[in-house]
């Protein structure tokens, strides 16, 4: 595996690769890695020649009072899980190599971003568009992983490509969670232990929504209140959201049908937990 640190480096390695008519399978993330995203890794290793892993806290996608300074990180631990997974080329560019001078341009994101994550972090898509424009165009990956437990970013970036004509397929993959079924996150271990605990009523209650749909609930009223029950009786957390959409569209239904999406946010001491279950409802 090879850790690179510079775009011009990036590029010029990719370029080698597209010469020999190599695939390039492409896993963006912000570090501290685990099973989530070594699953994407794995998938991205299954389906192409050449698999590229991107480490980068990127500045640009979080708010003035969110947890930048405080995001875990581990490069070390992370090179060796990647060397372990089998990754060809580790990107780790500094902050001052992504944006040596202030932007001239920026990304901005007009659709699929008045609800969810978009209304409660302005401008984290933003950040998000740009950095992954960029990337894109430093790794030119024939096929790009992201994960579904950030539903809406998938959202965001299958428009990003379409738009800007991206020559990239993305692939999302599903949500991996812990055995009590919390879905795994790097922000995890920023959770007091008590929270932790607690945390886990974030998927129950997702389950318990779904449940009361399979017995023929439809009303999204309902369910979010029931949600929102479970949530606050069973935890100390601060309900940032709890929401459903049609899924990809996001768009607010009273009476549900279709592929949906039920999705949440719920804000613990130190970090923010988001979670999501998209289910299918045939009529
Ligand atoms: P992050 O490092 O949190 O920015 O995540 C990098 C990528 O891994 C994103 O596409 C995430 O959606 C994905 N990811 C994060 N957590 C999980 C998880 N529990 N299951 C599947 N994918 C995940």
Do not use: W
């Amino acid at each position: 595996m090879k850790v690179v640190t510079t775009i011009k480096e990036m590029q010029a390695e990719m370029l080698v690769q597209k010469k020999q008519g190599k695939s390039i399978g492409f896993v963006p993330t912000m570090g501290f890695l685990h099973e989530g995203h070594l699953t994407l890794i794995n998938r991205a290793r299954q389906e192409n020649d050449i698999v590229v892993l991107s480490i980068f806290v990127n500045p640009l996608q979080f708010g003035p009072k969110e947890d930048f300074s405080t995001y875990p990180r581990d490069f070390e631990r992370d090179r060796a899980l990647a060397e372990s997974e089998d990754v060809d080329f580790l990107f780790f560019p500094s902050v001052a190599e992504m944006y040596p001078h202030p932007s001239s341009v920026k990304v901005v994101v007009q659709d699929r971003t008045d609800v969810l994550c978009g209304k409660s972090r302005p401008g984290h898509f933003d950040g998000v568009a740009t950095v992954i424009t960029k990337l894109f165009n430093i790794v030119m990956p024939t096929r790009a992983y992201f994960g579904i437990k950030d539903a809406q970013q998938v959202a965001v970036i299958e428009g990003l490509v379409t738009d800007f004509n991206f020559p990239v397929q993305l692939i999302a993959v599903d949500i991996v969670r812990e055995n009590d079924g919390l879905a795994k996150s790097s922000r995890n271990v920023n959770l007091f232990p008590d929270e932790r605990q607690q945390a886990t009523i974030l998927y129950k209650s997702l389950l318990a929504a779904k449940d009361a749909i399979t017995q023929g609930e439809r009303n999204s009223f309902t369910l979010i209140h029931l949600i929102k029950e479970m949530i606050t009786s069973e935890s100390d957390g601060e309900i940032d959201y709890v929401e459903i959409f049609s899924y990809p569209e996001l768009i607010t239904m009273e009476e549900l049908n279709g592929r949906i999406i039920i999705a949440l946010a719920v804000k613990f001491t130190k970090v923010r937990l988001i979670d999501n279950l998209i289910i299918d409802i045939e009529e």
